[in-house]
């Protein structure tokens, strides 16, 4: 075969691709997706397991629409894991898109979860260890050195999963090679090519909470309002109304409007002041009773050094601050309607046998 470059027209050869083919790495990538949606998928199971264990050890189990809301979150995140990593195998545009974007997400909720973890985990071991010796004075207690071992791995365990995972596609799936190889093999253009990618991740977050708040109005219909919690039919309500803010926010800002920008901003202000007054004022648990909860998972609840601390409350804080400085960053990206010129008047001509009266009569 003649290795020759091949002759333009105008005598010059044709110019070599300028970036590495990714097409191993978009496969790698898409491969470690599919069998994480598969886990995903596999902890299905594992939240009826739970709940038929809960029934037979304290007698009671949360109401049924958490489990139903649990199982189809699970189910939702083991599609879209293997839905990207197909994507990513097949290199198209809107997979490497979708997952830098889910990357991304993943990475920031990662770390913070990450560092609740590090903070809560040592006391609900704790906790644990008191119960089973509550429960059966003659069990000692296991070594420190070995509880200490346990703690070390399950955290590093979880940040590999949580940070470390999702900064490596976050780096792959940024590269610039990557993006140029998926164009290579999918020049079509694609809906995920219609807006820029940060105010397409912001879209897409406020579009994926309107069929999640849609689902809380009849699996677990709980809204903070100002200093309580509503539930029940105002509760539902409060969650259609969110769900429909949320479509509408998901549009208006993948279509750039400078006003949909504007009301995710206040819109994320009053639900954070909302959302803490709620916190530091509302009874949590007398919310939770009301939806159905028994006694045995409230007082389980109550004993949880996640539930006793301020650490949800500042973790929270945490996420909401984060995300309102990204959605500022995005501000560079909306503009106001260009304000059209005015028009200037026309200027009339005089007619031409006026003008030669004139000028005659100088």
Avoid: H
């Amino acid at each position: 075969m003649d290795a020759t470059p091949q002759q333009e027209p105008s005598g010059l050869p044709n110019p070599l691709p300028s970036n590495k083919d990714r097409s191993g790495g978009l496969l790698a990538c898409g491969v470690i997706e599919i069998i994480i949606g598969a886990l995903a998928a596999l902890a299905i199971p594992l939240v009826l397991l739970a709940a038929l264990l809960a029934r037979k050890t304290t007698g009671a189990t949360a109401p049924a629409g958490s489990y139903f809301l649990s199982v189809t979150s699970y189910a939702v995140i083991s599609a879209v894991l293997i839905t990207l990593g197909i994507g990513s195998i097949r290199a198209q545009t809107w997979a490497r898109a979708l997952n830098l974007i889910v990357s991304w997400i993943w990475l920031a909720a990662g770390i913070l979860m990450t560092i609740l973890i590090t903070a809560v985990l040592p006391a609900a071991f704790r906790q644990g260890f008191n119960r089973a010796a509550a429960m059966n004075a003659n069990t000692p207690p296991p070594p420190m050195v070995f509880v200490a071992v346990i703690l070390t791995f399950m955290i590093v365990l979880f940040a590999v999963f949580l940070v470390v995972l999702p900064l490596v596609f976050v780096l792959f799936f940024g590269r610039k090679d990557v993006e140029e190889t998926c164009r290579r093999r999918d020049p079509v253009e694609r809906w995920t090519d219609r807006c820029p990618l940060p105010v397409l991740a912001l879209s897409l977050m406020f579009a994926s909470a309107s069929p999640y708040y849609l689902l809380m109005s009849v699996t677990f219909p709980m809204v903070p309002f100002f200093g309580k919690y509503l539930t029940g039919i105002p509760g539902g309500l409060g969650c259609v109304v969110l769900a429909g803010l949320d479509a509408f926010l998901a549009f208006s800002l993948f279509r750039l409007q400078l006003a949909g920008w504007w009301i995710a901003m206040g819109s994320l202000v009053v639900r954070s002041v909302s959302a803490a007054i709620t916190f530091g004022r509302g009874d949590l648990l007398r919310a939770y009773s009301r939806m159905g909860w028994k006694q045995p998972q409230l007082d389980l609840m109550n004993s949880s050094p996640l539930f006793r601390s301020g650490v949800m409350l500042w973790w929270g804080f945490g996420f909401t601050l984060i995300f309102a400085g990204y959605l500022l960053w995005t501000k560079r990206y909306f503009a106001a309607a260009p304000i059209a010129a005015p028009t200037p008047p026309e200027i009339s001509q005089p007619p031409a046998d006026s003008g030669d009266r004139a000028a005659g009569s100088y």
